[in-house]
């Protein structure tokens, strides 16, 4: 069976086409990148729109497979940005339509759970799934997946974002503050604020803006401002694992990529004699191929969706969805 996958929740879009053994045929994306502040939803929805043939073209040609190949379409059905949402949506009816092949609505944060389990090996992980829009501690019971804790506020990478856009740096600024916070020197002091499982994130962001003006270095700045963050996801995603007496933690989202928290997790993971895992970085960020395993695996579990079910939902709930495959 194959499925062609399309993400397109925020900033990026994606197509992927993916095998039944979830075999990657092919995986791209391109990003919207705002010329000035954060992104405007309506203008990265155009960017999707403009850039979804061409994807689709070039996905099929980097898979060597022709359209009647497809036997499944699956798309990211939220949460997300409207948009954007109903931009791939409408690719994924239209796709599904012309070629008679049944279509999926996926949830984009179960899409990174269940990319990670099946790449990394792990089986019944708390996923920590730290992305620009989404910070949630999110585990398996019970025929769903519970979200055991999550932000309050803003994501964590928008926590980034928003920092590096105050101080000029480039859009996303993830990985520019982490090498910023390579050469940080002292600990400063910022409002840690977990709250039962949840954090929440906006007061640090102003906290951190006000040591700059106090004449703070950059550097200091950006390394506190990681290590608090990326601590407090850590103590809630350990206090997660104790709960449910689990064994593995998994990754997820772009803010994995940073080595600083992986660092800290891997740190977490092994004291308590458990294991940490990070899926391949084209596969943490938001991508497609993660879109079509999770639908080909609901495909398979018996899950149908007619054209009528394939409304978006800005605030999908991870706990929305009965997990027919588990
Ligand atoms: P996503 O929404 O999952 O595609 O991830 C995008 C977010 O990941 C943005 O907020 C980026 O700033 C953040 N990000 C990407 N790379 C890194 C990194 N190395 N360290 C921290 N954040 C990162
Ligand atoms: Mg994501």
Not at 29 to 57: F, K, S, V, W
Not at 215 to 224: A, H, I, M, W, Y
Not at 231 to 237: C, D, F, I, S
Request: hydrophobic fraction near 40%.
């Amino acid at each position: 069976m194959l499925c062609l996958g399309i993400e397109g929740t925020a900033h990026t879009v994606g197509v992927s086409i993916v095998d039944e053994n979830c075999r990657v045929h092919s995986n791209l994306q391109d990003m919207y990148e705002p010329l000035e502040g954060g992104i405007h939803p309506r203008e990265a929805a155009n960017h999707h729109a403009e850039c979804l043939i061409h994807l689709l073209n070039k996905s099929l040609e980097e898979a060597r497979k022709g359209f009647d190949d497809i036997d499944l379409v699956a798309f990211s059905q939220g949460p997300g940005l409207g948009p954007c949402l109903r931009t791939v949506a409408t690719a994924a009816r239209s796709l599904s339509l012309s070629l008679g092949a049944p279509i999926m609505g996926v949830n984009h944060c179960i899409a990174h759970l269940e990319i990670g389990r099946k790449t990394t090996g792990c089986e019944d992980p708390v996923l920590l799934y730290l992305s620009g829009g989404n910070t949630q501690v999110i585990a398996y019971s019970e025929k769903r997946y519970r979200v055991f804790g999550e932000t309050l506020d803003i994501g964590i990478g928008n926590l980034l974002d928003k920092f590096g856009r105050e101080v000029g740096l480039r859009f996303p600024s993830g990985p520019a503050i982490e090498k910023l916070a390579l050469k940080g020197e002292q600990l400063l002091s910022l409002p840690y604020s977990v709250k039962g499982m949840d954090v929440s994130f906006s007061g640090i962001l102003t906290a951190a803006l006000n040591l700059l003006n106090q004449g703070q270095k950059l550097e200091d700045v950006c390394s506190s401002l990681q290590e608090t963050s990326f601590a407090m996801v850590t103590e809630v995603t350990e206090r997660a694992m104790a709960h449910l007496e689990k064994e593995e933690v998994l990754l997820g989202g772009g803010v994995a990529c940073n080595q600083t928290l992986r660092n800290m997790v891997e740190c977490m993971a092994e004291e308590r004699g458990a294991a940490m895992f990070v899926p391949d970085a084209e596969l943490c960020v938001d991508n497609g191929a993660m879109i079509a395993w999770t639908g080909i695996l609901a495909y398979q579990s018996g899950m149908r969706m007619g054209v009528e079910d394939t409304q978006i939902n800005q605030r999908f709930r991870t706990d929305d969805v009965d997990i027919g495959w588990r």
